[in-house]
């Protein structure tokens, strides 16, 4: 009996044989293999850090502080942590990798390390391909409590990963830009729109009054109105005038007298010029004077009208902009980008080192579960 406990205890080590032998294998090949990649295969990556920030004015002209100084002790803007999650899907959008790809080639930089498996580009990615595998390239980091943007750039060469550090800076200012423009246009365009209608309003009706003067062959109706009465009025005076002489000379000449008639044919003359004078004032119809003026008036009137309505569009839609410009958002550079002088990438010795002791604190796991398993088969 003892004989079989002693078969049975030493049953699991025939099970398990070699145990040195696994344990090479099983820890020394894939440091090996990772010792040979990182030595002989990997090529250097670089690596450019950006940070930024999106700042959003926060009504500026109803402070006290001078901009710069309100900008320095905060007063004057707020930080925008949506502004920063928009940036950040905006450089890992599609307009965005293929802009870059266009300006710094990255395709052809990225598949120039052919004999790198494990981060080189493949020859001929799909477009789905290229976008995840850029991605991958340019770490963006947000800090939500300051809206601090961090953004790494990595490339196979120091000039390479500036230069797509350099380009996300001048992008992310010109994506801020763009977005402050659709935002005064979406906040204007109802003001934009009535002052274009009341500017064109104004325009048709002055149009309209210089066709009803030059139609009428008169600058201003109301003054030939005044100079018709002006000259009534001095046509009544004479009648008068003359028609006192009349009756003095009738007091002491006979009818037929030569004055006496002269000064009839006068009354007759100054009568017969009042009632055309009268008549081009005051006749039927519309070419009296008095009904050009009542429809230059009306359209004097609609023009004031056209004016007035003018101005009203014209300082709601200053007032609207102004508003928007409240709200205008800035791009702060707060770090740009240097040319990195040692790459991130290979640690040879760090890289070895976590791949043996991974391998071994796996080697240990599955000889626990392989040993813990055996024994409950017994």
Request: charged residues 25%.
């Amino acid at each position: 009996m003892f004989a079989s406990k002693q078969s049975k205890a030493s049953e699991p080590q025939r099970l398990i044989p070699g145990h040195k032998t696994s344990f090479i294998l099983f820890t020394g090949v894939p440091a090996i293999l990772a010792l040979v990649y990182l030595f002989f295969l990997a090529q250097p990556a670089y690596q450019a850090e950006v940070k930024l920030i999106v700042r959003e004015n926060k009504e500026a002209s109803s402070s006290i502080i001078p901009g710069l100084a309100a900008s320095l002790l905060g007063t004057g803007f707020r930080t925008s942590v949506e502004d920063a999650y928009i940036l950040m899907a905006y450089l890992h959008g599609s307009e965005f990798i293929e802009l870059a790809d266009r300006r710094l080639g990255l395709k052809a930089h990225y598949q120039s390390p052919a004999f790198d498996p494990l981060y080189s580009l493949e020859s001929a990615p799909l477009a789905e391909e290229f976008y995840e595998y850029f991605r991958k390239r340019i770490v963006i980091k947000i800090a939500p409590e300051s809206s601090i943007v961090s953004i790494q750039t990595k490339a196979f060469s120091p000039e390479m990963a500036e230069a797509l550090a350099k380009l996300v800076i001048e992008e992310s200012e010109r994506a801020i830009n763009t977005l402050n423009l659709r935002m005064v246009d979406a906040k204007t365009a109802l003001a934009k729109k009535e002052l274009e209608e009341s500017q064109g309003n104004l325009i048709a009706k002055r149009k309209e009054m210089l066709r009803f003067q030059t139609e009428h062959a008169m600058v201003n109706p109301a003054s030939e109105v005044t100079s018709h009465l002006s000259n009534v009025a001095g046509l009544d005076a004479k009648l008068v005038e003359k028609r006192t002489e009349l009756r003095a000379k009738e007091q002491y000449l006979r009818p037929e007298a030569f004055e006496v008639r002269t000064l009839q044919q006068q009354i007759s003359a100054l009568d017969s010029q009042r009632q055309q004078e009268t008549g081009n004032l005051v006749g039927a119809g519309d070419k009296s004077v008095a009904a050009t003026l009542q429809g230059y008036e009306d359209l004097r009137m609609q023009a004031e009208f056209a004016l007035q309505a003018y101005t009203s569009a014209f300082a709601l839609a200053e007032s609207a902009k102004l508003e928007a410009g409240k709200q205008e958002k800035f791009l702060l550079l707060i770090a740009p980008p240097r040319p990195p002088e040692e790459p991130v990438f290979p640690n040879p010795l760090k890289g070895v080192l976590t791949v043996f002791v991974c391998s071994v604190v796996l080697f240990g796991i599955g000889r626990l579960v392989i040993s813990t398993i055996r024994d409950h088969s017994i």
